[in-house]
């Protein structure tokens, strides 16, 4: 059985940092492509890193990009999502993913919440 659990989130100030993490268990972990999808209120889920199994390269969408980084520890089964500078924009519910050729996976997600 695969579970991808999330851990990390919380309250925090504008300007301020959270560290995301998802464990994976029941699955190759190397195998899979991982990558945080966040839901604002209201509004549909969106893509916001993904980090490439086969060769570790990483894709951030533009709202993120120099704030947000997205990294794997292959031992732990583990990926995290660093997050500085937060904006109030950034208020969501993040789920982990993991997706490979045959299948994909969710967390149940974690609460962000982004305070003035």
């Known amino acids: 059985q695969v579970q991808l659990v999330e851990s990390g989130g919380g309250l925090v100030q504008t300007g301020g940092s959270l560290r995301l993490s998802c464990t994976a268990s029941g699955l190759t972990f190397n195998q899979y492509t991982m990558a945080w999808f966040r839901q604002p209120p209201g509004k549909d889920r969106e893509f916001v890193a993904s980090?490439?199994?086969?060769?570790?390269?990483?894709y951030y969408a533009d709202s993120v990009k120099g704030r947000f980084t997205i990294s794997r520890d292959i031992a732990k089964n583990t990926v995290y999502l660093q997050m500085n500078n937060l904006k109030l924009e950034d208020a969501a519910v993040y789920y982990c993913n993991s997706i490979s050729t045959d299948d994909q996976y969710w967390g149940q997600g974690t609460q962000v919440t982004v305070s003035s």
């Open positions: 980090h490439i199994h086969k060769d570790g390269s990483t």
